[in-house]
């Protein structure tokens, strides 16, 4: 609990988000991010009857400042002495976000909410305190939640490209510039793009391809990457239309980002 302090006989206003308050719901295109704000009235008329709430919500990181992830305004009607108010906040959150928060997630969720408010009908100054209020979420809970929007959070997952200065760089290079050719259109040499990434993915991994002689069930779990890499390079190289069995074919835009998105995911196993 917190509380917003206001100028002189206003007095104070206590916020809390309280215990398995908060909620997630499929929307359209995105998750909705619900949550009870409980809001504790002061005695008194000097601040008015109306409360307006700005709020934004962040996750907290062990290294580096907390991630920032949605706002959202709330206008209050009250009668004072009238003990809490209880407003429902609503964050609008991509799939990917939620995604990054699993990620980053350790055991039990935790969130933060900055609250700052004004009393537009207030005797005196109608600012007040900002208000932080820390949020967990059990982990069984929060795994209910996310269980509970099927397969709308799996198809939206993103693969991230690495660091810039990682060893994947040359490969991620490639890869950007076939998602800058294919939305120019240019289908082909996008492939070919991909393709690269794929050569570099290979000089970077020494992943060995098994030898045709060796049993399908002696194949290490390096050569069956080297196989999965080297399949995704001859389908990229059909680009070339040098080969009869793509001379005459013409690959489409969903193909090549598909193919973007599996060497991508490749670049997550670089050492």
């Not at 509380?3 to 359209?28: C, Q």
């Not at 007040?128 to 939206?156: F, K």
């Not at 060995?208 to 069956?224: F, L, Y």
Request: charged share 25%.
């Amino acid at each position: 609990m917190d509380e917003l302090r206001f100028d002189g006989g206003i007095g104070t206003f206590t916020v809390n988000v309280p215990e398995n308050a908060l909620m997630i719901h499929r929307a359209l295109g995105t998750h909705s991010l619900q949550m009870q704000l409980e809001v504790g009235v002061p005695k008194g008329g000097d601040a008015g009857r109306v409360l307006h709430l700005d709020t934004d919500l962040f996750a907290p990181r062990d290294a580096g400042p907390k991630a920032w992830l949605g706002s959202t305004s709330q206008a209050l009607a009250f009668v004072p002495d009238t003990g809490l108010e209880r407003p429902t906040l609503r964050f609008l959150l991509t799939g990917a976000q939620i995604l990054a928060l699993e990620q980053h997630r350790s055991g039990d969720l935790h969130l933060e909410l900055e609250v700052r408010a004004v009393l537009p009908q207030a005797i005196g100054h109608p600012g007040g305190s900002q208000a932080t209020v820390h949020i967990s979420v059990a982990e069984s809970r929060w795994r209910q939640q996310l269980a509970a929007l099927g397969r709308n959070l799996g198809v939206e997952m993103t693969i991230p490209f690495p660091e810039d200065d990682g060893p994947g760089r040359g490969a991620a290079d490639f890869l950007r510039e076939a998602q800058r050719l294919l939305g120019a259109g240019e289908i082909d040499p996008a492939m070919l793009m991909v393709r690269k990434a794929l050569e570099t993915i290979e000089k970077i991994t020494g992943w060995n391809r098994p030898g045709s002689k060796k049993d399908k069930g002696q194949i290490t779990a390096d050569e069956r990457w080297a196989l999965i890499r080297c399949a995704l390079e001859d389908q990229a190289s059909g680009a070339m239309h040098v080969d009869p069995g793509t001379r005459d074919y013409r690959y489409s835009r969903t193909e090549v980002e598909s193919l973007i998105a599996m060497a991508a995911a490749l670049l997550r196993l670089l050492p």
